[in-house]
């Protein structure tokens, strides 16, 4: 073959290197400006049912979505809305978590158009309805390590990923904050759709908030992105703070806090140069507040802050009492401006965070954890997923993902949760097992794990009155019985995993 | 089966599902705190020797490397020099480019440690001897853009990657610029490397710096490193802008840069808004000192400006007439200085600048190019590669890349180099097609390719004086005559591909 400027290139060399013959294409290069080929780019597509067609998503494929909307999130029912009017069935919505928003699922689970899902958890009517037996396959819940974990190594397959971004250019450079005067939604980190976008055969950014090209700093670069579709509204940014995640006044929380703050205090591991992160739920969330004056007086400083990032997260860095906010999720909307303003504030994502197969996440460097719990059991096993009548209404979150990994970690419940004990001999679902719980903080008392008698000793020594959790589950039997062991039917609903993609336990649908 | 809480989970779901049991692990967690484990973690090795062993290297794999610290690398010898003394054989060199630094290459060719080699040019003894038959297989050529695009789609796959950081953290947060007063080398943005971290089998950081958990902002994050590994240095910082990318003082090169940039200002893209590239070479790189003014008086500020970036550039940027940097590779450590302290200079990978196939990448938003030629033909078509006595001295780079996309693509070269007549009536090695290639400027005057009249008609209508290329190659061959067509034999010592990976052209032995 001979080429552009008479030179023989042999097959069999082409051959011998696997390579191709280069023949010149006809047709000449695009000579419009710049500002010429924005408008008219290939990616920034007039509807989001056009980027559906383009990225060729099938019956029975994987749609994938992000939860850093929280119940402020338009996105998920928005594209199950159109997926239904295109007529498409059988898909399996992979999210990386659901809330009370998404209640309109069960709709399109009815009628065929969703027929698996993969959730960190799930709250409100669509809950109720899993629970008691809507869909035919259970639903899978993941942590969030091991849903980034899983999207990594390919065991989460995502055919199309749908992913929200309050701003991006046409051509995909997506952030979870702007910087122009023109956003409507906010979210901050856009840490959980990272992943989804690295990993997705397509990924398809929808946007209330075009800006000009190249939107920097780009959480997803542009790269990683198939379509971009303007839409009038990603969410409503106010309500990122709702529910789990929100400031609590609750004195009882308070008081929980307030212990939790004298157990990390006493623990060994309140050091200069510590790590820690408080997961959502108002008592782990105050406890940042109750650490900050000893942190003063003793001069000690964090070295960073991990997780869903607060305000009060925010606080503490702007006063120089933690060193670097490693933020894979915004927990209200001054942790989204905060990430924008702050440099030291960095967003991280998914695999970043948690993943549990690389000692490089974050997780693997964690000192400190604060996690809320629905049930705790005597062995110091953790629910967070399901109720105490057996319906899912909670998330796992990275309970288990910063469980095992931190070097402490402190469960923080109340005996007693509206005349329903919280510490019993069993829980009902396995979410966190008992042997990576070192600490439960109650309002009735502190326990520590067997496995962890160096702690207690520290703990009775600086004078904190210690109990065992057999005792604070009596306590709770004292005020409003035992418990009757909850009724179940045979059928699966849901299956629990492990961060490392295992199975840990089975949900019932509920009688 | 049954869980710790005397849960059944059948072994039939799990099959259904595709999921396995958890059986928890015997083992409790570390309970080390932050300081401590970082001490002790398994990703920080004591020597290179160590990171090879574990990171699974085997004879015939492919290795690869970046060339950010360009003249001044040290880290390929090291590397090399260390696998050839544990007896490694027959591996694959997959540099994003190589140097006259990479001279002792030769030894491990001769010796069987490297049988293969892909590169974007090389120069030097290496280049010369490769050029006279050194190995067996030809050397693969690819562009910047063709690199990270077969990387990004498997068809080069690298098994291990070498990188070199100028700080990275002990779990491999890697940056190529550093915030402390410890750091010894700076080379910038890592952009050619992330691109390796991402997609390699295993990465391993080699650094002369290591810094604090965790190292921000992170170019490399922790999630794509393997192993790290402490080396006295990486390089010298300071021949980073030696050679292609020196600030010339030529007089004729000043004078090739002052006629382009007259071009660029009448060629109908010098709006406000605009987008620009200089490629490397001292005229290519000058145009932008003669734009600059223009700019100044026609009130017109550059979008973005792209690429290898230089000293010059970031002036602009301060100056505020360009308003980012989108920054693959810096050419000289102004620029890597600048990445780490302006907030509007952004490290992009070597997809984000010039994957081919993807419209998200930069070239695709280019307006204006102006890359520098060894040999032009009649028909506009470079050669970047090869010099006039055929043996390889120099980089394809991002050539085709930008050209092939750009609006409009100015060449910058001297009429006769040395006695040498730069255009020709074919180029010997075929490196970017003319039929992108829009106006050639040359110290003897301007030639605009007859696909682009309307470039043409305009520099005419503003007063310049437009010559035809044949014009310019008689005007060459007046002084120096006609060169003698070189003569080769059979063998195959490289071939150069279009950035889409088809072969462009073959380079043959030199006589």
Do not use: W
């Amino acid at each position: 073959m001979k080429n552009e400027i008479n030179h023989e290139v042999s097959a069999d060399l082409l051959k011998h290197l696997g390579l191709e013959f280069y023949s010149e294409p006809e047709q000449g290069k695009d000579c419009s400006t710049l500002n010429e080929r924005l408008l008219k780019n290939g990616k920034f597509l007039t509807s989001l049912e056009e980027a559906i067609k383009k990225s060729g998503l099938q019956d029975g494929m994987t749609i994938s979505f992000h939860h850093h909307f929280r119940n402020g999130d338009y996105i998920l029912n928005m594209v199950l809305d159109t997926l239904a009017k295109m007529g498409l069935k059988h898909l399996t919505v992979a999210s990386s978590s659901l809330s009370t928003a998404h209640a309109p699922l069960i709709e399109h689970i009815k009628s065929g158009v969703v027929s698996k899902i993969e959730s960190s958890g799930m709250r409100g009517d669509l809950a109720d309805a899993i629970s008691h037996g809507l869909m035919k396959e259970p639903v899978i819940f993941r942590s969030h390590g091991g849903r980034a974990a899983a999207i990594a190594n390919g065991s989460l397959h995502i055919d199309v990923a749908f992913l929200g971004a309050p701003s991006a250019d046409v051509v995909g450079n997506s952030s979870g904050v702007y910087t122009n005067e023109e956003g409507k939604s906010i979210c901050g980190s856009l840490g959980y759709a990272k992943v989804d976008a690295r990993y997705a055969d397509k990924t398809i950014i929808l946007t209330d908030n075009v800006v000009p090209f190249p939107n920097s700093p780009a959480s997803i670069p542009a790269t990683d992105v198939d379509y971009v579709v303007k839409v009038d509204a990603l969410g409503d940014s106010s309500k990122i703070s709702s529910g789990a995640t929100r400031f609590t006044k609750n004195p009882r929380d308070l008081l929980i806090a307030e212990n939790a703050a004298k157990v990390i205090q006493e623990s060994g591991y309140f050091k200069d140069g510590f790590s820690i992160q408080t997961g959502s739920g108002g008592a782990a969330l105050a406890v940042t507040r109750f650490i900050t004056d000893e942190m003063i007086k003793r001069n000690i400083k964090a070295r960073f802050a991990l997780g869903g990032i607060t305000g009060q997260i925010v606080k503490l860095y702007e006063e120089g009492l933690i060193g670097k906010i490693l933020d894979v999720q915004g927990f209200d909307t001054i942790a989204a401006e905060s990430l924008r303003d702050n440099k030291d504030h960095i967003e991280i994502d998914g695999n970043q965070y948690a993943n549990p197969f690389n000692e490089g996440s974050a997780i693997h460097q964690l000192d400190i954890v604060i996690l809320s719990a629905l049930e705790v059991d005597v062995n110091f096993n953790v629910n967070v997923l399901t109720g105490s009548d057996g319906v899912i209404r909670g998330a796992i979150g990275g309970h288990p993902d910063t469980a095992s990994k931190a070097a402490l970690t402190v469960l923080v419940s109340p005996v007693i949760r509206g005349r329903i004990p919280c510490i019993l001999d069993k829980v009902n679902t396995l979410v966190t097992p008992g042997s990576v719980c070192d600490v439960l903080v109650t309002d009735q008392g502190v326990a520590v794990n067997p496995s962890r008698p160096e702690i207690k000793a520290r703990l009775i020594k600086a004078g904190l009155k210690i109990t065992t959790i057999e005792e604070l589950k009596e306590s709770a039997e004292k005020v409003v019985g035992k418990p009757d062991a909850l009724q179940f039917k045979d059928k699966v609903v849901g299956v629990v995993t492990h961060p490392d993609g295992r199975v840990l336990d089975v949900i019932h649908e509920v009688k």
